[in-house]
């Protein structure tokens, strides 16, 4: 089965930096990607998504790049802000909407 | 509300208690999901549906967990004889065939 796994567990930035997330997966039959946000004790939510057909999409300050001959995948913030601050997930689905396979999640703190 | 709702949103029981979970789904979405999430850990796949039919089953769902979405709307979770292993945030989600799924606000569930 899929195996997502998420780097770095926590990661501190001052207000107006970039932060990246990176994840790789195992399963070449992936094609969609997923990244959701979650603040504390709230569902978590969607905030950008790729497909295995796009290298990068771009929504405002963040961004999500591709490489499907590595298996990897990246969340970028440009800008950090303090309303930036949460748990963000990176998920794998293996085609069909059938079920996200989730990273382990980074915990992202964005200082003043 | 147009967003997938859950009920209870926290539930506490005993061991050895059965409980049930309820799932309302975005109206028009004919997959819905049931996710576990614990402390520090990203969510997990249990099992999913399309309109009443469950097509995927998680290996973490032991004998003792059986969902049912009985007219293709609304779902159920129920837990029997409950362990405190079971203790966990429990998502729902709905999703479009191959689209987004979008989360409820879960239940947490305390086994004493």
């Known amino acids: 089965g899929e195996n997502v796994e998420q780097h770095p567990s926590t990661l501190s930035v001052q207000e107006g930096d970039s932060a990246v997330i990176k994840c790789t997966y195992s399963?070449?039959?992936?094609?969609?990607f997923p990244w959701y946000k979650q603040e504390l004790g709230k569902r978590p939510q969607l905030i950008i998504d790729?497909?295995?057909?796009?290298g990068e999409k771009k929504d405002q300050r963040i961004a999500v790049t591709l490489n499907k001959t590595a298996k990897h995948f990246s969340l970028h913030i440009t800008e950090t802000q303090p309303e930036d601050s949460a748990v963000y997930f990176c998920?794998?689905?293996?085609?069909?909407?059938?079920?996200?396979?989730f990273g382990t999640g980074t915990q992202l703190k964005v200082e003043l | 509300d147009t967003g997938v709702s859950q009920d209870p949103r926290h539930k506490i029981t005993k061991r050895g208690q059965n409980v049930t979970f309820r799932c309302d789904p975005i109206?028009?979405?004919?997959?819905l999901y049931w996710y576990r999430q614990t402390l520090g850990q990203g969510p997990e796949f249990l099992t999913y549906?399309?309109?009443?039919?469950?097509?995927?089953k998680s290996r973490l769902l032991s004998d003792r967990f059986s969902a049912e979405r009985p007219k293709g709307s609304f779902s159920t979770l129920e837990i029997q004889r409950t362990e405190q292993g079971d203790s966990a945030m429990y998502l729902c989600?709905?999703?479009?065939?191959?689209?987004?799924?979008?989360f409820g606000p879960g239940t947490r569930l305390t086994v004493l």
């Open positions: 998920a794998a689905d293996t085609g069909g909407g059938n079920k996200l396979t």
């Open positions: 790729i497909r295995s057909n796009v």
């Open positions: 549906f399309q309109n009443e039919a469950q097509l995927e």
């Open positions: 989600a709905s999703s479009e065939v191959g689209d987004t799924q979008y």
């Open positions: 399963d070449s039959a992936s094609n969609y």
């Open positions: 109206s028009e979405h004919n997959r």
